[in-house]
């Protein structure tokens, strides 16, 4: 059997106190000091974990949150003295778009490494916007492995990403001109720039192995270059430079070193990309795409260039249309882009990586069901390390989460769980859809149940056109 | 369709009219709706009241209390902690009773308990959970005083946007003994039996493992009651529910766990499980933690080690062997009716049109927001639709195709009260199956722990021994009635205000009702 794609996790718990999002108050004035404590009796065991957590604190505002919800001591305490809380930590934690049950499943699945498995139905709002209004579809007979979950090895998370020619010319048995350059990836995930307010210095050193332990790429600002250590030569294979307008060209040593390089959708693309090629003529460039009100028109206008042959569309970090006041998301603006190549055949001579508002592993494969080949995050790397999105760090003030105190064994750890999670998450909608390898994922919109189309073919039906849309 | 087996009439007119009669006596279980009160010492209320210092110990507000919220005995110098939960809140002022203003040192204070914050979520809001619960201690509707908004959830979609259009006054005046609720299953018109049930729900499955054998207990004894069924789920079936098996389907899942032609050959329906809703495409979870000794045995696996049924059955790739599958259950089991669960992809109309050809009597729709024990978090979201969209396609292409009367068309996951179980009729399902609200009578609050440690920390969704000895069958069974009578009012109540006589008049009425976020302007809905 060839080698699987597996990566190697370990359990690395938080720094941090936990923020749960249930808290105990307890009135413990009346209490009766009963034989039968409540306490005792809490079946995750809370209370006396508690103690020794009070025991073993450090800082005097670390309050303990990690009840389960179940309100059995509430209860049945004797006195009722015993309610629960809302935790306003946790309640402030992110933003609307990053919302607090973001957080925190991220942190779970950067600790563990698991897929979060929870009892009771779904408990959210019936729909919502951005990634919230599909579902992805299962097949109730078409299977990829015959083997359900247990044959979730067999499912492919591989992509390609570079021109692949819909058709070959060949000169004497071998392609005329040769084959363009591919750089394949064993899961459909490129790690990004994180956004310029929370470059913390010392966060690339760490994500240069995370990027080479994961098999991913990770982007890095020519800027930051210098941030990212020395020893670099052997995580190059993993590493693609980032030049803005300004960047002077790479030396050749990196360069050659390099499967991918990112270039800005400035004027100049053109002769950057034949600098660099003349450089590494193996070497894949991909232009970075700003998705502003002119975004998609401009991502289509490259792809028909013949020097294009992959495009980064970068949403802002909500995944919004940059700068616009009722702004497009990202998923319909990939999809526009994606559905107007397919019109026009171009689709397979460009890859299209899809960045922005990626939250959770749920976003990647939607992302991919509209139209891209791939999707790039960052900022759930940093959440993974604890961080809430307070922005303290945007506005030139330290960390409350102390991020730039971790060890590298902890953040490789956390944002290479955290991976591993998404991953699996990646192969259990793929699993449940019938689809046996992510390239086939792209733009199969028949594996996609959009809001829209199924208010409009059920209750429009019956009930007449829709209200404010 | 033809037939590969001998045809059932000739079959039938072979065997004895008692073939259904198993060896064990069947267990009687008298529809007595009695107060079931909620079994923890502090209910959750939606109101409390504070007593502050300047309390003088008078005794008033306990005299004039009728709900008895103020409890000072006899003998006793100082309150004892009042019954928050009979409180019936702000609607008291207009009583005459009203315990806050009456109070002669003003030491009184009611405030809405801040605890509803953490109490359920978008789909079962605290209202709807306080509200199970008082149906299931009483057995019939909250009265209106108590303030519940119980009647949709707070999702923002789906039934939740949907409302009843009902007339002024009734067309036809009924009185509620007039109206027949109970539900046909089988239409096919095969020989096999003309099963009927007094509501148009039974209850979910839910396997051994997932939730303890008194829950399983408690709904079949209910189930009883209301001469309806409830299911075995796939972790196996009992000897202990030998006396409920003319109530009881069992599910052939793709685990087989404990599937074998006795179980089969027990009961009255067998419901092969392709799919579930909260997991489609997956296969049944039984974490690690939750196979103890004595599911294992049941099970016959090992011991702490995770279940995780396969996807799909190995034997199914098309609808001829579909047909092939329900052909053998048909075969061993001559006299069941056979169901299948399938979730709601996109093609889900194809699917139930496929399920009426391969020969099922019912053919059960589990929508993507429907209850587990346990499943990942990103397929619980995500994959598949809500059931309310699959209800209307499939009733929709099942009469187009025709075969609409010919078979049984039952919805579930997410149906919570008797509104979404009408909803649900009305958008075209025959009937529906319930599950977490069955849970939530047993005192379920959704905290969404049943899926590993010790299990459900309330005893309902474990088998651990000290847990699932929280309450007892006779208490359960009769929460669950309660439950069940209480719907029934409801369901009756609604079909009183549209003057139909049977439940089976509303189904497909989609003209009864409208959304709010639409015009409401169609033809039909006009």
Known sequence: MPDKYHIKTQPIPPRRPRIGKIGVVDWREDCANCHNCVKKACVFDRYREEMSYIRGLREMDAVFFQCMGCFSCVQQCTKGLLALSANPVYERLGNTYWTPQ?????????????????????????????????????????????????????????????????????????????????????????????????????????IKIVAAQTGVIAIIDSKDWQLAGNDLDQYLPNLAIYLDASAPLPGRELLTGMRLVEISDDGNAERRVRELKQINPGIVVAVRVEMDSG?????????????????????????????????????????????????????????????????????????ILCGADLVTINLPLLIALECTLCRDCNDGQSCPALIGEIDIKYGVGRMTNLIAAWHDQLIEVMGAMGIREVRRLRGEVGRALFFEDLEEATFGKLFGSRKNN | MASSLVPEKIIKEGLPDSILETMVPQAEVQRVIKPAPPRYRNEIAKYIIRRSADCKLCGKCAEICP??????????????????????????????????????????????????????????????????????????????????????????????????????????????????????????????????????????????????????????????????FTCTGEGGYMERLRPYDDHTITQVATGLFGVREETIQRVRIVEFKYAQGAKPGLGGHLLADKVTPSVA??????????????????????????????????????????????????????????SYSAGAHIVHLDGGYGGTGAAPDIAKKNIAMPIEYAIIKVHDFLTREGVRDRITLIASGGLRNAHDIAKAIALGADG???????????????????????????????????????????????????????????????????????????????DLLMHLDYSNDTEQAR
Request: proline share 7%.
């Open chain 2, 432 to 510: 529906v199956v319930v599950g977490t609200g069955e849970l939530v009578a047993l005192g379920c609050l959704r905290c969404a722990r049943c899926e590993s440690g010790r299990g459900c920390p309330r005893g309902i969704a474990t088998t651990d021994a000290e847990l699932q000895g929280q309450y007892t069958v006779e208490w359960g069974s009769q929460r669950i009635i309660n439950l069940y009578n209480a719907w029934r009012i409801e369901l009756v109540e609604i079909l009183r205000r549209f003057g139909m006589r049977r439940v089976s008049e509303l189904r497909g009425r989609t």
């Open chain 2, 297 to 354: 045995r049941m099970r016959e696996t090992v011991t702490g080690i995770s279940l995780f049924s396969p996807f799909p059955f190995h034997s199914v790739y098309s609808i001829e062997d579909h047909k092939k599958h329900m052909d053998w259950i048909k075969h061993i089991n001559r006299h069941a009716l056979v169901s299948a669960k399938v979730s709601t992809p996109s093609d889900v109309d194809m699917v139930a049109v496929g």
């Open chain 1, 102 to 206: 973001i957080i925190e499943t991220t942190w779970a699945q950067a600790e563990s490494a698991k897929i979060p498995v929870s009892g009771a139905g779904y408990r959210g709002r019936f729909s919502g916007l951005g990634f919230d209004s599909m579902w992805t579809d299962m097949s109730e007979i078409v299977r990829p492995t015959r083997d359900g979950i247990h044959g979730r090895e067999y499912i492919s998370t591989a992509v390609d990403i570079g021109r692949k020619p819909a058709l070959l010319h060949f000169d004497a048995g071998n392609p005329a001109g040769g084959l363009p350059p591919l750089v394949d990836i064993p899961m459909p995930m490129i790690i990004d720039m994180l956004p310029r307010g929370y470059r913390l210095p010392n966060l690339l050193p760490v």
């Open chain 1, 295 to 367: 975004g998609i028109e401009r991502a289509v206008e490259y792809a028909r260039q013949p020097f294009v042959e992959v495009l980064h569309l970068v949403a802002d970090d909500n995944g919004n249309e940059i700068g616009e006041k009722n702004p497009r998301f990202i998923k319909d603006m990939v999809r526009s882009v994606h559905n107007s190549l397919v019109e026009s055949g171009l689709r397979n001579e460009v890859t299209l990586m899809a960045g922005g508002g990626i939250a959770l592993a749920e976003h990647m494969a939607k992302q």
């Open chain 2, 67 to 228: 709900q008895g919220v103020h409890v000072l005995k006899p003998g006793y110098k100082y309150f004892a902690a009042p019954h928050q939960n009979v409180c019936i809140g702000p609607a008291c002022k207009d009583t005459g009773h009203y315990c806050v203003d009456l109070c002669p040192n003003k030491a009184l204070r009611m405030v809405e308990n801040p605890m509803m914050k953490v109490l359920g979520d978008y789909r079962w809001t605290p209202d709807l959970i306080l509200a199970t619960w008082k149906m299931a201690e009483t057995g019939a509707p909250p009265p209106p005083e108590y303030g519940y908004e119980y009647e949709c959830g707070n999702s923002g979609g789906g039934f939740d946007r949907i409302r009843f259009k009902f007339p002024a006054r009734p067309p036809v005046e009924l009185s509620p003994d007039d109206i027949d609720t109970s539900l046909e299953l089988n239409r096919r018109n095969d020989g096999r039996p003309q099963i009927k049930i007094d509501v148009p729900w039974y209850g979910g499955g839910m396997s051994y493992g997932s939730v303890s054998n008194v829950t399983q207990l408690s709904k079949a004894s209910a189930a009883v009651a209301f001469n309806t």
